[in-house]
């Protein structure tokens, strides 16, 4: 029996049970002989609850009396997850709970299994603040994280057909346990009207903003429970609503209707969330979605501000708000409305404000995804705000680029935070820059390119503002909660502190080579795997091998990630086999897990492409079960905590400086997959940790990429220059996989040579195609393996996203513990 853990809140089996059944009974009005499953699982959150609760309580009100300063974590998405089973582990009662629920006849895993998923984030940007606020709390740093209260978050994603079909995903429609509404924090948003400019009796002039609407935000906070801490942090999500006056208004002149119009308008706004698309821009709802949050969370900010102090001179001390992306970023020119409109500073002293407050983090290089929004826009939606942006962006250009490059207007055209052209065009990164303290990327080869290549100008100005912060990933959720039984081989041998300071299970590396460890190692691959094949089987109806090598590629798709590369590795496989029935490999399971974005069309196809090519290969019997791929529907987090520590390979495949880091790359390691990728993003920093002779790298690098490109890519000199290449993309235009439609998959070969590969996919095949023959190799030598598996589990300590907000608060946020355990 496993110790009471420090700072585990005292709670027995017995009276976990009776708190459960207590909660059946006053909190569900029900009783164990009628509660179903869903009514079991809100009961036993509700008996955490009475410990949580107590200690989000005692830790804002610890926060209130030291007057600490915070972190305000500004971001429009938090990929949460399931909360119950990591707040068990967090709050140190998992085993009790367990145990309880066993005693009253449920087991934990099907109790858990009703929660359904906290879908508010797209991918990458928005786990990555699901880590950080566990993080946050987990080291006892004040930190509050802000965002939208989305009825429904990402689309849930159906196969039908082999296509994506968009659903809406409701994730609240039944209730859920661990959000509080606080109804007496909520906050009124203006919206729309006009700028009067009007002039006191002290001959000053004043901005009025009248808006023309006004709305207002709700807050519901969900308790944020630290691993083993006496910290509870909030994450803080806004829900719209209609501002109570006005339909009053309109309902009492007889306009029902008219009010429920307004009243679906306002609640409009924290509706849905936004998958990544094509293009944001002309949004006006994901303006007013920016617009809402910010401006909820700067009054919030500043009402517990003015608890402690009567004016602002304090305020950049108290307060860091730190920059999700650009999505956040109108909160800068808001904050400078309420210091100079509201609360009467002047320009100077507000602007010194807001530049001592704010930091941003930049999460891709990708054009396409840098936010613009057209000047016309906010003219309509925030006309003061504008006028701001206007006066920064003047005082910028006069001032700082004046100063530095005198007389060139070219300059001042090129670094303006208005885009000049048909429709101008706020930037939004620029607007960021300028203003903030610090802008960091989230891998040191991103924050390299972030200075290099995207912002150069503005890092000759300013280069000390320019940081790397490389991301991590928290191992409570992606190793202790997710794989119980590599977490407790890992207490076994290192103790129980690992979950805090991974770089712990370095000490597993003086075991890589011990038979005993490396059998116990792989058989839990093993165990994992047997259990991911049941997943498969029940999702797809496929059968897998567990003694093959499961080979993942789990992120959201995008071209630049390239799972069409891998699509065409796995048919030159295919074709392999065909042409020679005794061709030499071990058994392959390629598992594939995706959303596309409803708009992006070459995306789905890609998926469409990958649906088709597994029902062909997985029941063509001339190659004898050697070959499988599964695309499983529905990615999403708890999915992928079933799929990392069942992997063999993991596929980090982007075009190199494309992903700016990646964190899969991170759990896929952590859980003892070998790493087969190009070098891009985090993938450097994981091969210098692993050493490069436990990963699988191929590919063009950085700087061959870009040179390739200047120089002229042509992807039809791949084609005629590889037969295996050209006889797979031919491949896609026969009605193969689609018998009686050919075509249906040629516009990935069109995009790959009519639409110029511009992600250097024929660049990589053959490269690529020869890193999967060393692996295969490589799988073959047992032993061999698992030393390299071993390894990599035990050398990621580095990627604790612990670490991470370590790095935030020594270079950016500059906190101190309140709380310390
Ligand atoms: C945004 C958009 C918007 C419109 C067009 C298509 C598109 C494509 C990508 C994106 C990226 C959104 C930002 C994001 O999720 N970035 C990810 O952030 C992770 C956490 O830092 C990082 O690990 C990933 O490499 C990065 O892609």
């Known amino acids: 029996k496993k110790a009471t853990a420090k700072n585990?809140?005292?709670?027995?089996?017995?009276?976990?049970?009776?708190?459960?059944?207590?909660?059946?009974?006053?909190?569900?009005?029900?009783?164990?002989?009628?509660?179903?499953?869903?009514?079991?699982?809100?009961?036993?959150?509700?008996?955490?609850?009475?410990?949580?609760?107590?200690?989000?309580?005692?830790?804002?009100?610890?926060?209130?009396?030291?007057?600490?300063?915070?972190?305000?974590?500004?971001?429009?998405?938090?990929?949460?997850?399931?909360?119950?089973?990591?707040?068990?582990?967090?709050?140190?009662?998992?085993?009790?709970?367990?145990?309880?629920?066993?005693?009253?006849?449920?087991?934990?895993?099907?109790?858990?299994?009703?929660?359904?998923?906290?879908?508010?984030?797209?991918?990458?940007?928005?786990?990555?603040?699901?880590?950080?606020?566990?993080?946050?709390?987990?080291?006892n740093y004040p930190a509050v994280g802000y965002g939208i209260h989305y009825e429904h978050g990402l689309f849930r994603q159906e196969i039908q057909g082999g296509r994506q079909i968009e659903r809406p995903d409701s994730w609240r429609e039944y209730g859920n346990p661990w959000e509080i509404c606080r109804p007496e924090s909520i906050q009124e948003v203006p919206l729309y009207g006009y700028v009067e400019t009007v002039f006191g009796e002290d001959g000053k002039m004043r901005k009025v903003w009248h808006a023309g609407r006004q709305i207002k935000g709700v807050p519901w906070d969900i308790p944020v429970v630290g691993y083993e801490a006496k910290t509870v942090n909030v994450l803080r999500l806004w829900e719209s609503k209609a501002a109570d006056f006005f339909d009053w208004d309109v309902f009492n002149a007889g306009g029902y209707v008219d009010s429920q119009a307004e009243k679906s308008q306002?609640?409009?706004?924290?509706?849905?969330?936004?998958?990544?698309?094509?293009?944001?821009?002309?949004?006006?709802?994901?303006?007013?979605?920016?617009?809402?949050?910010?401006?909820?969370?700067?009054?919030?900010?500043?009402?517990?501000?003015?608890?402690?102090?009567?004016?602002?001179?304090?305020?950049?001390?108290?307060?860091?708000?730190?920059?999700?992306?650009?999505?956040?970023?109108?909160?800068?020119?808001?904050?400078?409305?309420?210091?100079?409109?509201?609360?009467?500073?002047?320009?100077?002293?507000?602007?010194?404000?807001?530049?001592?407050?704010?930091?941003?983090?930049?999460?891709?290089?990708?054009?396409?995804?840098?936010?613009?929004?057209?000047?016309?826009?906010?003219?309509?939606?925030?006309?003061?705000?504008?006028?701001?942006?206007?006066?920064?962006?003047?005082?910028?250009?006069?001032?700082?680029?004046?100063?530095?490059?005198?007389?060139?207007?070219?300059?001042?055209?090129?670094?303006?935070?208005?885009?000049?052209?048909?429709?101008?065009?706020?930037?939004?990164?620029?607007?960021?820059?300028?203003?903030?303290?610090?802008t960091n990327g989230v891998a040191a080869m991103h924050s390299e390119l972030v200075k290099q290549d995207l912002f150069p100008e503005f890092c000759e100005l300013w280069p000390e503002r320019f940081e790397n912060v490389t991301n991590g990933v928290t191992p409570r959720r992606w190793l202790l909660a997710c794989n119980e039984e590599l977490a407790s081989m890992y207490t076994d041998l290192v103790g129980d502190q690992w979950p805090r300071d991974l770089t712990l299970l370095s000490k597993a590396n003086e075991f890589a080579d011990d038979a005993k460890f490396q059998k116990k190692f792989m058989d839990i691959k093993h165990t994992k795997k047997v259990q991911l094949a049941k997943v498969i089987k029940d999702l797809c109806d496929v059968e897998v091998d567990p003694n093959a090598i499961f080979d993942i590629q789990i992120k959201r798709l995008h071209e630049y990630k390239r799972q069409h590369l891998n699509v065409l590795h796995i048919l030159a496989l295919y074709r392999r086999l065909l042409e020679n029935p005794n061709y030499e490999m071990n058994k392959r399971v390629f598992i594939f897990g995706a959303k596309a974005a409803p708009g992006y069309k070459l995306a789905k196809d890609i998926i469409y492409a990958i649906n088709k090519i597994a029902d062909k290969v997985?029941?063509?019997?001339?190659?004898?079960?050697?070959?499988?791929?599964?695309?499983?529907?529905?990615?999403?987090?708890?999915?992928?905590?079933?799929l990392f520590p069942a992997a063999d390979v993991s596929e980090q495949i982007s075009t190199a400086g494309y992903e700016a880091s990646g964190t899969g790359n991170m759990k896929f390691a952590l859980n003892g997959a070998l790493t087969l990728g190009t070098l891009d993003g985090a993938n450097v920093e994981i091969a210098e940790e692993v050493g490069d002779e436990n990963v699988f790298i191929f590919g063009l690098n950085c700087d061959e990429v870009k040179a390739l490109k200047a120089a002229g890519y042509n992807p039809w000199d791949y084609y005629y220059g590889n037969p295996e290449l050209k006889a797979v993309?031919?491949?896609?235009?026969?009605?193969?996989?689609?018998?009686?439609?050919?075509?249906?998959?040629?516009?990935?070969?069109?995009?790959?040579?009519?639409?110029g590969d511009p992600y250097l996919c024929l660049a990589d095949f053959a490269s690529y195609s020869e890193a999967h023959i060393a692996v295969d190799k490589m799988y073959s030598d047992k032993k061999g393996w698992a030393r390299k598996a071993i390894i990599n589990s035990a050398s990621v300590g580095k990627f604790n996203s612990d670490r991470s907000i370590e790095d935030y608060v020594d270079r950016i946020w500059h906190l101190e513990k309140v709380m310390p355990n």
């Open 8 to 139: 585990a809140l005292a709670l027995s089996k017995e009276q976990f049970k009776d708190s459960i059944v207590k909660h059946l009974r006053s909190t569900l009005g029900t009783d164990e002989a009628r509660a179903n499953n869903q009514a079991w699982w809100k009961a036993t959150c509700s008996a955490v609850n009475e410990l949580v609760f107590d200690r989000l309580t005692e830790t804002s009100k610890a926060n209130a009396e030291n007057d600490s300063r915070a972190v305000h974590y500004l971001s429009l998405e938090f990929l949460m997850g399931r909360l119950t089973v990591n707040n068990l582990h967090n709050v140190g009662v998992f085993d009790a709970a367990r145990d309880a629920l066993t005693d009253l006849g449920k087991d934990i895993n099907d109790i858990c299994d009703e929660e359904p998923d906290m879908a508010l984030g797209n991918g990458g940007l928005g786990r990555l603040a699901a880590c950080f606020i566990d993080s946050l709390a987990t080291l």
């Open 266 to 438: 306002a609640e409009a706004v924290s509706k849905v969330l936004y998958p990544n698309d094509e293009s944001e821009q002309g949004k006006e709802l994901r303006l007013i979605q920016q617009y809402f949050f910010c401006a909820c969370s700067l009054k919030d900010i500043i009402r517990r501000y003015k608890r402690n102090h009567t004016d602002f001179s304090q305020f950049s001390k108290q307060a860091v708000i730190q920059l999700n992306d650009t999505h956040p970023t109108v909160a800068i020119p808001e904050l400078m409305r309420i210091l100079i409109d509201e609360e009467g500073l002047v320009w100077d002293d507000a602007w010194k404000i807001c530049s001592e407050t704010f930091a941003y983090t930049n999460h891709t290089l990708l054009p396409e995804a840098l936010e613009k929004w057209a000047v016309y826009l906010f003219e309509k939606v925030l006309p003061r705000h504008l006028e701001i942006i206007y006066e920064i962006n003047r005082r910028f250009l006069e001032d700082e680029v004046e100063a530095k490059w005198p007389g060139n207007d070219e300059m001042k055209r090129h670094l303006s935070i208005i885009e000049e052209g048909e429709t101008r065009m706020v930037r939004m990164a620029f607007l960021c820059v300028v203003t903030c303290f610090k």
């Open 618 to 642: 997985n029941n063509d019997e001339r190659i004898q079960g050697k070959l499988k791929v599964v695309f499983l529907p529905n990615y999403r987090v708890t999915l992928a905590e079933k």
């Open 729 to 755: 993309l031919d491949w896609l235009e026969t009605d193969y996989f689609t018998p009686g439609a050919p075509g249906e998959l040629a516009s990935i070969k069109q995009s790959l040579l009519e639409g």
